[in-house]
């Protein structure tokens, strides 16, 4: 398990999402802050090669901002066609004011 730092507290609002680059990660990650708690998830869309953190996030989903397909932020499941595969999510924690993702390493 890797650990990567997101944010720190304070920095994202509600209902903000957020695109995170880490080192020694190719691909981007997305934080978002929902209902007073973090969460993430890989920031391509299963569907297509965009960013959902260029999405809205609306009722607990993330809306594709390309084809308006969208993902339940907690659980990754595709909730609107045409998404069908689920989002990669991860465990998040908060220590000393950062937010840090828990991403399984391979
Ligand atoms: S690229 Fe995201 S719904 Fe099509």
Redesign the pocket.
């Known amino acids: 398990m890797k650990k990567v730092l997101l944010c720190r507290v304070g920095e994202l609002t509600e209902g903000e999402v957020r695109q995170v680059s880490a080192p020694g990660f190719e691909e981007d990650f997305a934080v978002y802050m929902m209902d007073g708690q973090y969460f993430a998830s890989d920031d391509l ?6 960013s ?1 953190s260029a999405g809205e996030i609306v009722d607990g989903q993330i809306f ?6 969208a993902f339940d932020i907690r659980t990754g499941k595709a909730t609107v066609l ?2 069908r595969i689920a989002l990669k999510i991860y465990a998040v924690s908060v220590e000393d004011g950062n937010v840090f993702g828990l991403v399984p390493q391979d």
Request: with cysteine; aromatic share 0%; net charge negative.
């Open positions: 869309c299963t569907h297509g090669m965009v959902l594709c901002p390309l084809h308006d397909g045409p998404c």
